[in-house]
């Protein structure tokens, strides 16, 4: 529950900001008689990742074995990388989603397209729901724990939408720099995880080599795998379910955080740690990178901002000004 709680609160509360931009700026230019339709884009973006979601749940049971598991292994891929470029187009975009956002606003209003508005909430919100619904769906199928793992993704989303309404009506200031810095990185380790999980079901469907494979090396006293250093590569990296049983909630928890599972081949460890290394490094530079440009500029063209509004991205504060 924690860590589907995590993403549907990041991803929802993603998708809530940019609807309130939105609306606060359809209210701004006394435009509200277009609302409706800004409201059919989300709700029609909400129906189509429901259905995506359904279709996975539902049209695997019809599939052999091996079918599921590429599937789900392709679909996992699909998630991390989804998940990857909305974690940096976050970081790029974040400073300028205001102005761009209302630009698509004017020029829908100025074209007369006044449907183009229901793109404009369709695809804003379709973007964070369809990523939403590949990480959980693959995040659920690791788990084996669907009941619990979509309880926390709901209340997530309820608690976004719950924060987005009151940081649009001015009742609460939120950090949401160090809010998506924080959890921009837990989702670098929850994608590592995923990518893990990817290959395992890849390594299952016999569509990569490993344990599950003849290339597979054997322990010589007893047939079985290989685990450990002569395992290199297409065998196990380690094994300790006998000290944490799969099933256990000790092992959902580091499942679900770092994407640790008892039973791991090499291709698992060395995809997971080249994600996190290259990935994290990444995404922590870009991090103090543009707190650094945004300060030089500041002190150039404008006073200091006050510490209430300062740390935050501009579209933190956007729903206040127009609720105001």
Not at 90 to 106: C, H, I, N, W, Y
Not at 249 to 262: N, R
Request: charged letters at 10%; a neutral charge.
């Amino acid at each position: 529950m924690l860590a589907t709680f995590l993403i549907g609160l990041r991803e929802g509360l993603e998708a809530a900001l940019v609807v309130g931009i939105l609306a606060a700026y359809l209210a701004r230019l006394g435009r509200r008689d277009v609302l409706p339709r800004l409201w059919i884009g989300v709700a029609a973006a909400i129906v189509l990742s429901l259905m995506i979601g359904a279709v996975l749940t539902f049209g695997a049971y019809t599939l052999t074995f091996e079918a599921q598991e590429i599937i789900g292994g392709t679909l996992s891929l699909v998630a991390v990388g989804m998940v990857t470029w909305m974690i940096f187009w976050m970081q790029r975009a974040s400073r300028t989603m205001k102005r761009t956002l209302e630009g698509e606003v004017d020029r829908a209003l100025a074209s007369g397209a006044l449907w183009g508005l229901v793109l404009i909430g369709f695809i804003s919100v379709a973007r964070e729901g369809i990523e939403t619904t590949l990480l959980l769906w693959s995040m659920v199928q690791s788990f084996g724990d669907a009941p619990l793992a979509l309880l926390g993704a709901l209340l997530g989303l309820l608690t976004a939408a719950a924060l987005g309404w009151l940081i649009a009506r001015g009742a609460v200031r939120l950090n949401l720099r160090i809010f998506f810095a924080w959890t921009g990185g837990f989702l670098v380790i929850v994608a590592a995880g995923v990518l893990a999980y990817a290959i395992h079901d890849l390594q299952e469907a016999g569509v990569f080599p490993g344990p599950f494979t003849t290339a597979a090396p054997l322990d010589a006293l007893t047939g079985a795998v290989a685990v450990g250093w002569g395992a290199f590569p297409f065998g196990w990296a380690f094994d300790v379910t006998s000290a944490i049983a799969p099933g256990s909630a000790l092992a959902a928890i580091l499942q679900a955080t770092v994407g640790f599972m008892p039973q791991m081949s090499w291709l698992q460890v060395i995809a997971w740690v080249l994600y996190v290394g290259i990935v994290g490094t990444v995404f922590f530079r870009n991090m103090r990178r543009p707190a650094s440009v945004s300060k030089t500029a500041v002190s150039q063209t404008s006073p200091a901002p006050t510490s209430a509004t300062a740390p935050a991205p501009e579209h933190a504060h956007t729903p206040q000004q127009g609720a105001s």
